[in-house]
């Protein structure tokens, strides 16, 4: 840990920049208040989505969103987005502004799926959307709630082509994501980056059958993809000037092994989410990856097709091994 | 410009690092660099092995329950009995040696908490006599308590809440079940009153020195509990589920407590939005009620339909921008 004078010394920035820069935003509510706040932007969104359908339905006789709604929806997205892009002060304008963006940009994607009869086409407007939101709108919540857009009509997309082979595809995000957010571009995509940490485990949750790995065809790619990112971390961490190779890394390596070859892929992507945070320092990411984790372990072990006694066999060996971790991590002075 | 002062004597995170990046005063390739200077690496050691510890004990006795769940015929109830026992006892005993203000220590006690509940199940398989399950939870949640005394963790602490609170719900259910004045509705806001006397307990503790129950998460936990608990049946009652009004009788007085003390007593922006946002989404419900009461709704008159919706989106967006507000006052006045 280092105060600023001392970050700006060691990286060579500029400190009275450095002090500007980070007084600009000392009034910006907390990462809990913006989700909440969000969640009721979004909850609004869907609210006049609802009115727009039921306006175009009862007064215009249209019963299904076709070209009509997505050209509502487009005008709908144009003044939400010019609306927030006047730096509004309000924190309630602001959601609202990014409510009527996103409710604007679903109705441009569900007119063209309609329209196409084509989930790829309404995934395809949807991310030229987010795209277009991302880079002239800059507003991380719109962003995230676009890019969730798009990636959601993918990943169905992707369900009805691919069935359960998939996550194999969808495991592709994770590296993106990963690269995002060790590499950041000075164009803030730090949502965008989120969403694709998020989507492998997220859709695993519904695409992956929980079973012990070596009984399933599919998932193997995704473990493969996965155990690369685990490998780019742990090479990326020392350079970064981390502590060369300590007992919290070979605790890392032998349970990202363990868990890609033994759990879902799933699994393996919440593990990710929590190197990840621990490399960065991320509490956010520290949560939701632990609450994912503890999830695919419950589903996985509830799921498995296998009698009690096998299942009280495999869950008292996997956790006399992370003990055993533990243990280890302990001799080395890396706990209290 | 406090900030600003802090800024230029106290440690910096990782979202100060974000900002300079997005300012374009640090490069990307040496982002993550940065990022791992301004990490609390002892901080997150300490998480890493927290974690670990925690998923290791809880895939053991997971084992261990799922193995006396198969219930193997062939071994013999005292048996069963012994080793469980054994278990229980070696647990303790392994807690006093490593010691129980250590994080292993703890561990050790809750697993042989969690053991007594797998012994008073054994007993249950041998023995079947056809009892309430609830006596299970009640004797569980009462022997364990001991354990939990003298444990001083806060996570010992929320295994026994849930265990008491289950044992609770199921009395209500399996021995009140046939009185009117019992519904499910009020026994979940019954124990969201309970838990709004253990956030009161929390509280009084924390302030005479208890240090054990300070960490935040622990008054996080209790008022989202309280909160949730609440909300379920207030909501329910809001959106048709049930006809029981009484419940707002207790939702309302509740919030508007967690939120005076929250915002005025122990100022805490966390938990004072908490309650905040769930306040907001019973309003928004009670809103969408009052409108379906006096106006109703049908899709059969399209005027009346196209009223409703734009009635129920206006409150909807309104109470969101109340909430917004509230917010930023709460926020500057704990400033």
Redesign the interface.
Known sequence: ?????E?CR??G??PE???R???????A??W??EA??G???W??AI??I??VL??CG??LGIDEPGIGAAVAGLALFAFGGAWRRRQVE????R??AIAIAAAGAALVAAGIGVETESLWAAAAVAAAIAAAGTVAIRDPLLQFLLVALALVLAILGLELDAGRGAIDVIALAAPVGLWLY?????L?V?PAATLLLLALPLAATVLEPPALSWTTERGWFARAVLLLCFAALIV??P????APVSA?TI??AV?AALVALLLPAGAAGALLL?MLA?????RPF?AIG?AL?VWF?WQF?YELDL???A????????????????AL??RRG??? | MTGVTEQRTGAIGLAQVDRLREAGLLPAERYLAAATAVRDARAWHLWAGRALLALGAGQVLAGIIFFFAWNWAELAPFAKFGIVEVGIAMAAVAALVVGIDRAVGQALLIGASVLIGVLLAVIGQAYQTGADAWTLFAAWAGLMLLFAIASRAAAHWLVWLVVLYLALALYADQVWGDVDAVSEARVLVALGLLTLLFIGIREWAVARGTTWLAPHWTRLVLVFGSAALLFWPSTGFLIFFHHDATILVAMVPAYAALLWLYARVLPDLAAATMVTGFAALCLIAAGFRLIEDTIGFTWSDALRALFTLALMVAWSVAVTGAMAVVFRRLQRALA
Do not use: E, Q, W
């Open positions: 840990m280092m105060a600023l004078d970050l060691a990286f920035i500029d920049a450095a002090h820069a980070l007084a600009a935003k000392t009034d509510a907390p809990y208040a909440l706040l969640a009721g932007g909850f609004s609210a006049i609802v009115f039921a306006f009862l007064v309000g924190l309630f304008v959601h609202f060790l590499h950041p571009p000075a803030n730090r990326l961490r350079r970064a000037g981390a919290t605790v890392a349970l929590m621990y490399t960065l320092g991320h520290a632990a984790a372990i072990y009698d009690l006694l299942k009280s066999i495999l869950l008292a060996a996997v956790g006399a091994g992370c003990l055993a971790l533990y991590l302990a890396a706990t209290a």
